[in-house]
Structure formats: C-alpha cells, structure tokens
C-alpha cells in the first residue's frame, strides 16, 4: 500500500531520477495532475504533443509535461521527453509523491492457527483469513474479505474489500428429490503480483484447482469460476462472469461485463469486447465482440 503526500521536488530531480534530459527552466513540483486540469506547480503527462493543453497552461504557472518530444518552443512549460511517458509519470509519483505505508494486521482482523502469512502482510479490519491460507510477502488484504480453504497467494497482491477468495462454487445434482452440492476438494492458486478488485469473488476448485497466474488484473465485481485457469498478465475488467473451467490465455483483455461459458478457452494475446457472451473458443490473437461472440479481427502472424 502506499500514501499520496505532497511535497515539493524540482524538475530536474525528476528528470535525473527518470534519466532523461529537462527541458526548458527548472521548477518545483508540488504533485501530479490530470493533464485536462493543471494547476500551479505540478506534473502532467501527454502521449501526444498535440494533446498539449495549452489553453489551460497559460493560465498556470510551472507546469512539467512528461511527453514523448520536448514541447514546441514558447510552450508555457517545462518537459521531459520520454518514449513512454505514462510509466514514466507512474515511476515518479510513486517515488516522489507517495509513500509506503507500513504492513498491519488490523485487531478487528482474523487470522485462523494454520495460517501462513509472509512478511510485511497487511490484513485490514473485517477481514477472515483461513487455517489452510498462505499468503506471500507485501500482500495487502483489504477490509472485509473471507480468503478460505486451500488458498496460496503469491507475494505482492492486492485483494480490494469486500473480496471472497475460496467461495463456494454454484454447483449442484438433483438426486432423490433434493439438490445435493457437488464436492469441492481443489485448491486456489494465485500467483504473485496479482490485483484483485473489490467485491471479486474466486470459487474453490471442484476436483481441479482454480488458478491466478501473476500479473493478473481483475477489477470489480467480477466471478471466476470453478477450475478456471487465468494466464500472465491478463486483465478482467469489472462486472465480467467466468464460468466454470474457463481457461484465458496469457496476456488477454477481457472488457467490462463479459460472459464466458463454461470450458471455454480464450487464447494468448486475445481481446473479449465490451459486453460479449463468447459460447465458443476465441482464436490467439483475435478481437471479438457481440451476442454471441463473433471475430472482428483477427493479428497476424
């Protein structure tokens, strides 16, 4: 976890510390802003110099703008020119405008016996974490989620509130004029630096294990389902419903409120649009869209 602070540091600290060149006077910078909205002595970033909001930096004064070429000259600002002026700007609001803020396990937290927590975990007030749970270093779980049954997080997670990790799956068989719930003895694997949006539930395995894979990003309210299987540094956007035994593939996109039926598999480098029920497999690399899913595009090679 880390504190917003504001506190001041000049431009060319910045530059030295990104190792790229200042252009134009050096200046203190007080914090970073939206680069529609800048205000006195701040830090933006553009991906194109056309996007320069000039309008509003004459009405301010010392102004800093991460973009990929120095502004033209007789711009009411200073810049940076980097290639990658996103990460950039993220890299230098993390060192210079937050700060860590320290692992704590909150009183009104549960840690069961048999847990095994890393080092510097944080578990927030509210929150249950179980007897067969480990966690790995720097994990922050916020408040008010239940992380039970064989789970292994791996180390620099996010888990926002309100999250189920280890819910139980929606899985049952009709026998002698009664619903009967179908075992559930797999286990939840995630893996490190997976993120985890609030209100998130992950069901436990049934007889298979239902597994994160690091790097996954998954935002609000969104289900994955028993036995699913999510690759590398794919995204889940909010609202999306993996059903049972869907596996995505590394580096996917998956957009809000998208349905994937069960055993369905999604393959590397694709992209589900916004809204899409996919009832068969998408290609690698393929762009679809619509009720059901259809290809829009598709990469090549």
């Not at 980097?82 to 890299?91: E, G, V, Y």
């Not at 067969?132 to 049954?149: L, R, S, Y």
């Not at 189920?164 to 002698?176: A, K, L, N, P, Q």
Request: hydrophobic share 40%; aromatic share 6%; charged share 20%.
């Amino acid at each position: 976890m880390r504190k917003i602070f504001l506190n001041s540091v000049l431009a060319s600290e910045i530059a030295a510390f990104l190792k790229r060149k200042l252009h134009g006077a050096d200046l203190a910078v007080y914090g970073p802003c939206a680069a529609g909205q800048p205000t006195d002595n701040c830090m933006i970033y553009v991906e194109d110099v056309r996007a320069l909001p000039v309008s509003a930096l004459k009405k301010t004064a010392d102004v800093l703008v991460l973009c990929p070429r120095p502004v033209p000259r007789g711009a009411p600002c200073s810049s940076i020119a980097t290639p990658t002026p996103k990460i950039h700007f993220i890299d230098a609001v993390n060192k210079f405008f937050t700060r860590p803020i320290a692992a704590q396990i909150h009183p009104r937290a549960v840690i069961e016996e048999g847990a095994k927590l890393g080092r510097n975990v944080s578990v927030l007030a509210g929150s249950y974490v179980g007897p067969d749970v480990e966690i790995g270093d720097d994990t922050t779980i916020f408040q008010n989620c239940v992380v039970t049954g064989r789970v292994r997080i791996g180390a620099r997670c996010v888990i926002k509130a309100n999250s189920t990790i280890g819910s139980e799956i929606f899985d049952f068989v009709y026998e002698d004029g009664a619903w009967q719930q179908v075992p559930q003895v797999g286990r939840i694997i995630i893996g490190d630096d997976a993120w985890f949006g609030a209100n998130s539930t992950i069901e436990k395995g049934a007889l298979t294990d239902t597994v994160i894979g690091p790097g996954v990003k998954v935002d609000d309210l969104v289900q994955i389902g028993s036995g699913s299987i999510v690759g590398k540094d794919s995204i889940i956007a909010s609202g999306s419903v993996l059903c049972r035994e869907v596996t995505v593939g590394t580096r996917c996109w998956i957009a809000p409120h998208v349905s994937i039926l069960e055993r369905r598999r999604i393959h590397d480098g694709s992209v589900v649009g916004l809204g899409a029920v996919v009832i068969a497999d998408v290609p690698k690399g393929a762009t679809v869209a619509g009720n059901p899913a259809r290809t829009i595009r598709r990469r090549k090679g």
